[in-house]
């Protein structure tokens, strides 16, 4: 249960850090990636913010074995710098840059009951759904 | 134009920083949305049942602060709505492709010096950068 519980709590936590920071709203995270125009230097500070929060905790965090309420702390394996981490960030980054919204900021946007949040989410759970039948066929015909 | 904000900003950039923290303190798990997001896309596997408990409290959130302090939250999606179904898929595949965004690569994966998060995240910093001038200064929006 609590396995379950503190998540939802730790949800209302970055859903209220999203909210706070601006970074559920996509006019003002397209205006910080616009130089050339209407800059807003805003998402720096979140990053600032996110980022040394984050650093300092997780120095906290690893020095223990594991975490409280798993036997291990479930970390990425892959060192591999590849085509698709290349590829694939650099789709995602044009995918933001037309709608200003990335998947941390559309989902607490669902939140404010605006259409336009629903309308991206929906559209993005296509595209990673797309994306895995493939990456999993492309898997399945290398193996067999 | 949106108006600068560096200590609200700040100040939730830190609260999401706390909630990552937290969820690898107790879960051990990193607070990567595309991941988080994926989880509950079906077929379902195990784990998926506190990913439907952290989107539910990151929905839950900002409808919170709204009935609480009133029309706070700022929200403006300028993007019409071909482009932002356009922009969800690509952002959807890019997404599962690179294994992460904003949250899982740029906050927690720079947070613990992973070579493949920094890569990746001014890989999709300097596209998104690219992509908003060639719309609003090469093309002159959508």
Redesign the interface.
Do not use: K, Y
């Given at each position: 249960m609590r396995k379950i519980a503190f998540p939802a709590l730790f949800g209302l936590l970055f859903g209220t850090g999203i909210a706070i920071s601006g970074m559920a709203n996509p006019a003002k995270v397209l205006n910080f990636f616009d130089f050339a125009g209407t800059w807003d230097p805003s998402l720096a500070f979140v990053m600032a913010g996110a980022l040394a929060v984050t650093a300092i905790g997780y120095r906290l965090v690893f020095r223990r074995k594991a975490p409280l309420f798993e036997d291990r702390f479930h970390l990425p394996a892959s060192n591999r710098i590849d085509a698709n981490l290349l590829g694939g960030s650099a789709l995602f980054g044009i995918g933001w840059g037309i709608t200003g919204f990335c998947p941390g900021g559309s989902i607490p946007a669902l939140g404010l009951g605006e259409p336009d949040a629903l309308i991206f989410v929906a559209a993005m759970m296509l595209g990673i759904l797309l994306a895995r039948t493939l990456r999993r066929a492309a898997a399945t015909r290398v193996t067999a | 134009?949106?108006?600068?904000?560096?200590f609200?900003?700040?100040?939730?950039?830190?609260?999401?920083?706390?909630?990552?923290?937290?969820?690898?303190?107790?879960?051990?798990?990193?607070?990567g949305?595309?991941g988080i997001?994926?989880g509950i896309?079906p077929p379902l596997e195990t784990g998926w049942?506190?990913?439907a408990?952290?989107?539910?409290?990151?929905?839950?959130?900002?409808?919170?602060?709204?009935g609480a302090f009133g029309d706070t939250?700022?929200?403006?999606?300028?993007?019409p709505?071909a482009?932002?179904?356009?922009?969800?898929?690509?952002?959807?595949?890019?997404?599962?492709?690179?294994?992460g965004?904003?949250?899982g690569?740029?906050?927690?994966?720079?947070?613990?010096l992973?070579?493949?998060s920094i890569?990746?995240?001014l890989?999709?910093?300097?596209?998104?950068?690219?992509?908003?001038?060639v719309?609003?200064?090469v093309l002159g929006g959508?």
């Open positions: - | 134009m949106t108006e600068f904000t560096p609200a900003s700040l100040f939730g950039g830190a609260l999401i920083g706390l909630s990552a923290v937290l969820l690898m303190a107790f879960n051990g798990r990193i607070a949305m595309t997001v994926a896309i049942m506190w990913r408990a952290f989107l539910a409290g990151a929905i839950l959130a900002p409808a919170l602060l709204v939250v700022g929200f403006d999606s300028p993007t709505v482009w932002l179904i356009a922009g969800g898929i690509i952002v959807g595949i890019g997404v599962q492709f690179g294994s965004c904003t949250s690569h740029g906050i927690c994966g720079i947070a613990r992973s070579p493949r890569v990746a995240t890989t999709f910093m300097a596209s998104t950068a690219a992509t908003v001038f719309i609003r200064h959508l």
